[in-house]
């Protein structure tokens, strides 16, 4: 009996590689039907991931697009079958041409709704439905079908508002832990008789700048006001702002590890700084208030000792640069310059007023950096983000990030009413 004349859905193996020779395609009839044992309902959920990697791995182009063509006919001529068989709904194309029932709906707890492979990337998304447009397969509900798939991909950068003011609960709590943990520290300064500053090569060999400290602070204030004002205007600002906050409160969070453990003596003897008591717990909770509203800052009058390993301001200074730079188009390069300048500037201030070692500004600068860029590598690539390692190792991530299918494109709009022209202008 020919393979064309029963139903492809409970062909065996012989009637598959019979359907392969009368395609053209008998070369590969050992790999697919012998030593894979391919029927009927595997060749229909059958993709070209599957003929490009492991354990397959056929490597002529040609022919890996010869047979998903052939495939893509066989599929359409048996919808019936794909539909009886859970490959082709009204919401998704059919296996041949996407991820399938891969490409379905992402659950938090990474596994796939009809499939168990979770490790495929969301470009893989994007390359089935780039060949479906490209070989003009399918009819206009297919094409209808394709355009609601990447609706359906896009519409996943849900706000989750909840999470955004979790991750803002979180990051107030690591900053008044910050700010307690700083007046433990100053208990502890060491005696600057006993303990002179250490040996520095930047601050050896610049002179100090005093008001540079300020001009530090300032620096820090425009990136501020500048990641407010793309905050304010971005379309997923709920998604940033909780990515900010992850960040800036696991950051701080190491740093109160890193200087409570560590006392380094006073970076300069211009520093009036001597361990001092504040008495009872009432006492401290009320510095460590004091701290906390003042943001830590010399603008607003406060004034720290002992907090030398990492640097803060360094740390703010540089996240607020990569946010800014991370989530306005790339074709701004005057907003670029502007945010990489006031974070290199803000950084040789530091230095110039011999706030801190050298050191510090570097571990800060290069701890910043790496977790921003792990960050959002795990955010932007499914395949880790769903990963069993990062839910393990990063439990806060996944929480955070489970719903967020890939990258947050820069979108913008006014979120407000009035002037109308405004959302004309930025939309």
């Not at 041409?97 to 893989?124: M, P, Q």
């Not at 709920?238 to 696991?250: A, D, H, M, V, Y």
């Not at 983000?385 to 709009?413: K, L, T």
Request: hydrophobic share 40%; charged share 15%; glycine share 8%.
């Amino acid at each position: 009996m020919a393979a064309s004349e029963d139903s492809v859905s409970s062909w065996s193996c012989t009637q598959v590689a019979q359907w392969l020779q009368e395609e053209g395609f008998g070369e590969y009839v050992k790999l697919l039907c012998d030593q894979h044992r391919l029927d009927g309902p595997s060749l229909l959920a059958l993709t070209e991931a599957d003929l490009r990697g492991p354990p397959l791995g056929i490597s002529v182009l040609g022919d890996i697009k010869r047979l998903i063509i052939a495939l893509c006919r066989l599929q359409r001529q048996n919808q019936t079958q794909l539909e009886d068989l859970d490959l082709w709904t009204t919401d998704s194309p059919p296996a041949g041409l996407s991820l399938g029932a891969a490409g379905g709906e992402w659950n938090c707890d990474g596994a796939d709704r009809r499939y168990n492979g979770g490790d495929r990337s969301s470009n893989e998304t994007e390359l089935r439905l780039r060949n479906c447009d490209r070989f003009g397969y399918g009819s206009l509900n297919h094409t209808h079908a394709n355009e609601r798939h990447r609706q359906h991909l896009a519409g996943r950068l849900d706000p989750e508002v909840w999470k955004t003011i979790m991750s803002s609960i979180y990051v107030f709590f690591v900053f008044g832990f910050t700010s307690f943990v700083m007046v433990i520290v100053h208990e502890r300064v060491p005696d600057m008789r006993t303990y002179p500053p250490l040996p520095d090569i930047f601050l050896d060999s610049v002179p100090r700048i005093p008001w540079a400290f300020a001009m530090a602070e300032a620096c820090g204030l425009i990136l501020c006001y500048m990641c407010l004002l793309v905050l304010l205007l971005h379309k997923h600002r709920s998604i940033i702002f909780r990515r900010l906050c992850s960040l800036l409160g696991t950051v701080f969070l190491l740093r109160c590890c890193t200087m409570f453990v560590t006392s380094l003596s006073v970076p300069g003897q211009h520093l009036k700084c001597a361990s001092k008591s504040y008495g009872d717990s009432w006492g401290k909770l009320q510095r460590a208030l004091l701290i906390w509203s003042g943001c830590g800052m010399t603008l607003t009058g406060v004034k720290t000792c002992g907090d030398y390993m990492f640097s803060g301001h360094t740390v703010v200074i540089t996240l607020l640069n990569f946010f800014v730079t991370e989530y306005t188009p790339r074709t701004w390069n005057l907003i670029h310059t502007i945010s990489w300048v006031l974070n290199l500037f803000g950084i040789f201030f530091i230095l110039a007023a011999h706030e801190h070692y050298s050191i510090d500004v570097f571990i800060a600068f290069y701890i910043t950096t790496r977790l921003f860029l792990y960050y959002h590598t795990l955010a932007n690539t499914r395949a880790y983000q769903q990963s069993r390692r990062a839910r393990i190792w990063f439990p806060m991530f996944s929480f955070f990030e489970c719903n967020v299918n890939g990258p947050v494109p820069n979108q913008y709009h006014w979120p407000f009413k009035k002037p109308a022209f405004m959302k004309t202008l930025i939309g």
